[in-house]
């Protein structure tokens, strides 16, 4: 293990071995390099229909789960059905079971053997074992550690994840007495600071889950009950939205958008484009579109032009306007696999909800190859 510069506690901070951005040119490679995602019940996927509780050291089955979904999405947006996204979520448990498990869960003959990259997650039951805040932080704290050193001693880079968010303002009455910490403020103001705190220290990736859930739980149009219907578990529409976050932070062409956002051939993440030779670029603009195509090519067949994943992140519904010249009347668009049909040089395809979104645009079977791009607002 490579060693620099001292932590807080005496200790050396490891050098980072992998990133995000390894993962996913090994997966654009077409190779493995399995991802897991090692937390509680929120990630192993109770009340997602089909949840089977997770074993240590077995495969997990659960195929609602936002692990298993984020695998689903990653390899339709790498061409990969190779690379593997491990649920490593176990219903109930905490940081300090968590450490006690890990040859058995991520080494010898574990399923997940060959992990690269660990998200940590805990810290929603981990409240009810403490007395106060400082021993929760402190036990927190020293146990997070105790499986980052873990992951970095066995060549394995971790990173974290805040927790997914809840609905637990105040104690429950039946545990005001036994469990005094039991809300989602002692969570986010303790296990999640201290996920952050470690984060900065040891210079390693933070996925702030809670952040996003929240925006989730507070923005989106699903009603609290269709996210959240017991207040503690994500069910199948949350873990969706978990998937999707997760990709957009190991995506790096994923586009986030939180208002009025214009994208076309000079946005810098689009992919599956025409050759640049193609693009016209007028000196004097006539609309919103510096950069767009309006070329004739050699054959009719229907050719993809532009791909856009998209993470909506705004406190309403966007809407999704396509814009395109006059020369053809074949330009199309699939919005998240759906075929969409244009209507003319502006067409409005309705209002785009938080999460992902691919936006793909085609020729049809046409020798004219037309489009300017996309506005939402």
Request: aromatic share 12%; proline share 3%.
């Amino acid at each position: 293990m490579n060693n620099r510069n001292p932590g807080s506690d005496g200790a050396r901070i490891p050098q980072r071995i992998y990133t995000f951005n390894d993962a996913w040119t090994e997966w654009l490679q077409g190779n493995k390099f399995p991802i897991a995602f090692f937390g509680d019940s929120t990630v192993d996927g109770v009340n997602t229909a089909e949840w089977v509780g997770n074993t240590v050291g077995a495969d997990s089955t659960s195929p609602n789960s936002f692990a298993k979904k984020l695998e689903d999405i990653l390899r339709k947006g790498t061409n990969n059905e190779t690379l593997r996204i491990y649920n490593a979520g176990f219903s109930g448990q905490v940081a300090s079971w968590a450490a006690t498990v890990l040859d058995r869960e991520f080494s010898g003959t574990s399923a997940y053997r060959d992990v690269k990259m660990i998200g940590i997650g805990f810290g929603i039951n981990d409240r009810l074992g403490y007395s106060n805040e400082k021993a929760y932080r402190d036990g927190f704290k020293k146990h997070i550690q105790e499986i980052i050193y873990w992951c970095y001693f066995n060549q394995i880079q971790p990173f974290l994840l805040t927790t997914q968010a809840i609905v637990q303002p105040g104690v429950m009455t039946e545990y005001t007495k036994d469990y005094p910490m039991r809300t989602s403020e002692h969570i986010q103001s303790v296990a999640n600071e201290v996920k952050r705190e470690l984060a900065d220290e040891f210079r390693i990736p933070l996925i702030d889950l809670n952040k996003f859930t929240e925006m989730f739980l507070l923005y989106s149009s699903h009603s609290a009950q269709c996210i959240i219907s017991d207040r503690l578990h994500f069910g199948d529409i949350g873990h969706q939205y978990e998937a999707e976050l997760i990709f957009t932070h190991l995506c790096p062409r994923t586009i986030m958008v939180d208002g009025y956002t214009k994208i076309d051939y000079s946005s810098q993440s689009v992919s599956d484009c025409v050759p640049e030779d193609w693009l016209t670029m007028p000196a004097a603009p006539t609309d919103s579109f510096k950069v767009y195509v309006d070329y004739v090519k050699q054959d009719l067949a229907d050719m993809k032009i532009m791909t856009a994943w998209v993470f909506i992140n705004a406190k309403k519904k966007l809407t999704l306007k396509v814009y395109k010249g006059s020369s053809s009347s074949d330009t199309y668009i699939k919005v998240n696999a759906v075929t969409k049909a244009l209507t003319g040089t502006e067409t409005v395809l309705g209002q785009l909800d938080m999460g992902l979104h691919q936006l793909e645009v085609f020729t049809g079977p046409s020798k004219m190859v037309d489009f300017k791009g996309f506005i939402l607002d």
